[in-house]
């Protein structure tokens, strides 16, 4: 009882202390994901040319985000105990984010961490310039091609698979119906050159990165990684859309390490989980990285909507380049939603995620699970209050004599978004 007054006190102090927004202005730019509510379930950016030009500007937006935790865990190691885990507010999270219209077609954004789990202190996540005309070489340059076209480059995520466009950013948590991301994140900042091509309600992307998180002159990390989209877009009519992409990410043998899986420098959304008074824990736990040199991963991703009732999955296979050590893992993400009220304010919802495989073709099996229940509520298009039950568990020999053996957490989590 203790516990649920606590709670219901939460949810009424962020609720008064975040229960203000801004208007999004994102309409003032071309071909750009809103910020906010009007920006969910938006994959790749459109390319229908509804915004004209009108000269320079630039766009000054924020994320910020804000958890009680009340979380539980345990283990069956004995002699270094686990810390014991109690319920308050985790370190506040915040993004600072520049959009610039440099000219018609062209856009830049810069997005910089103001404070986040793994680093207290500002830093720069990353940027990109993106092209949706080339005019600025010759007016109607390409122009046929570039009707479907759409260039990125820059220092920044990748377009491998879907589960990134509906993920926290560290702070920028409002497309994410749930506090956590998926326990094997596909995310990572490395140069890359990306073609988009969107005929009709086709999508086909194409690009290439140096395989690199922190970037350096020096020789010995040649690496270089291929990665690639096929997909199917489609509202069908006013209540029915469907999508379904598949995503390929190669690495080659040249690259030291891949962080595919470990590029998130922002840290993990759940604090403290599994850590032991000795040792300590990880900013990355409980997310899951195989940590395979270089590998080959793809992932598949049907999405369906129906009037309010929503659904998204995850199928996904990570295979070790390196054929003479083998070793693989599976994820498997299951996802539904119901979103409801006048404008669809209001969710419930559920998710399962799972990830099984060997780090080698002689290693043990590991095997993850985590179920999700909870809801959010958007106070405005730019303010979710979020509210959810989490339970994620460790099994098979893989994890024997480690802290993971036997190893669960679960509780209550509360987080309060803003995006503008």
């Known amino acids: 009882m203790k516990n649920l007054k606590l709670t219901f ?3 009424f102090l962020l609720s008064s202390i975040m229960g203000f927004a801004q208007v999004d202005p994102s309409r003032s730019l071309q071909y750009y994901r809103p910020v906010g509510k009007a920006g969910i379930n938006v994959f790749e950016t459109s390319k229908n040319d509804t915004i004209g030009y009108d000269g320079f500007r630039v766009r000054v937006g924020g994320d910020f985000a804000l958890q009680f935790q009340g979380l539980s865990h345990e283990n069956s190691i004995i002699g270094d105990p686990l810390v014991d885990l109690g319920s308050n507010f985790n370190l506040p999270t915040a993004n600072l984010n520049i959009d610039a219209q440099l000219a018609d077609g062209m856009r830049m954004h810069l997005r910089t961490y103001l404070s986040s789990r793994h680093h207290t202190e500002a830093y720069v996540k990353g940027g990109y310039l993106q092209f949706d005309k080339l005019d600025f070489i010759e007016e109607g340059f390409l122009s046929g091609l570039m009707e479907i076209a759409t260039i990125r480059v820059g220092m920044d995520q990748i377009n491998y ?25 596909a995310f990572t900042t490395e140069p890359f050159l990306e073609v988009t091509l969107q005929p009709a309600d086709w999508i ?77 824990g990880s900013d990355f736990d409980p997310r899951f990285n195989p940590r395979f040199a270089y590998h080959t991963a793809v992932q598949i991703n049907p999405f ?25 893992f599976t994820q498997v993400g299951l996802e539904g939603l119901y979103r409801f009220g006048v404008s669809e304010q209001w969710y419930l ?42 339970n994620q568990e460790y099994s098979g020999a893989g994890y024997t004599n480690t802290k ?13 978004v803003i995006g503008f």
């Not at 369906?304 to 070790?320: M, Q």
């Not at 036997?406 to 509780?411: C, E, I, L, P, Q």
């Open 204 to 280: 086909l992307v194409a690009g290439v990165t140096n395989g690199r998180l922190n970037q350096s002159p020096i020789k010995g990390d040649d690496g270089f990684v291929f990665f690639s989209k096929v997909g199917w877009d489609k509202q069908m009519n006013d209540d029915l859309r469907l999508r379904l992409t598949g995503s390929l990410y190669s690495s080659s043998e040249k690259g030291t390490r891949d962080y595919i899986y470990n590029g998130d420098r922002a840290g993990a959304r759940y604090y403290n989980i599994l850590a032991t008074e000795a040792a300590g």
């Open 404 to 416: 993971y053996q036997d190893g669960k957490f679960n509780g209550i989590v509360i987080e309060a």
């Open 9 to 11: 006190v939460v949810l």
């Open 349 to 390: 919802g559920a998710r399962y995620n799972s990830v099984e495989g060997e780090v080698s073709d002689v290693a043990a099996t590991q095997e993850i699970s985590r179920f999700n229940l909870g809801g959010g509520w958007f106070m405005t298009d730019n303010v979710l209050m979020k509210l959810e039950y989490v």
């Open 304 to 328: 369906v909507k129906f009037k309010g009732l929503e659904f998204f999955g995850v199928y996904e296979v990570s295979s070790n380049g390196d054929d003479a050590v083998g070793g693989s």
């Open 161 to 185: 698979g879907d589960a990134q466009f509906r993920r926290s950013d560290n702070a920028m948590a409002i497309y994410n119906p749930f506090v956590g991301n998926y326990i094997m994140d």
